[in-house]
């Protein structure tokens, strides 16, 4: 199992960057993903859920309205819109998934938001 993430970057507050999650290893159409983040000094926090199909998203209150979780079962991508981008946004990204008992993450991509 291998999951990349990508797009990280520094960028201004207020505005945008997507994500992506590039997924091998295994059958990416039967499990739903996750993107946690990780501020400094900040334990790991989940941001969003995407089932396996697509069909059911979840959002932490923080990002909602402002964040948008999508997934692409044909090119086993997973991705994050990011909108409206704060300072308190700045953390390490990172795509998960469950896979039976056992969790596999990526190796996180750094987005920083600031002026």
């Known amino acids: 199992v291998q999951l990349v993430e990508s797009g990280g970057d520094l960028v201004q507050p207020g505005g945008s960057l997507r994500l992506s999650c590039a997924a091998s290893g295994f059958t990416f159409s039967s499990y739903a993903m996750n993107w946690y983040r990780q501020a400094p000094g900040k334990e790991r926090e989940l941001v969003s859920y995407?089932?396996?199909?697509?069909?059911?998203?979840n959002y932490a209150d923080s990002v909602k309205g402002r964040f948008t979780i999508s997934r692409d079962n044909a090119k086993n991508t997973v991705y994050l819109q990011m909108n409206s981008l704060k300072p308190e946004d700045t953390a390490v990204y990172y795509c998960?998934?469950?896979?039976?008992?056992?969790?596999?993450w990526g190796q996180g991509t750094q987005v920083t938001v600031s002026s």
């Open positions: 998960h998934a469950r896979i039976t008992i056992r969790a596999y």
């Open positions: 995407i089932s396996s199909g697509g069909g059911t998203t």
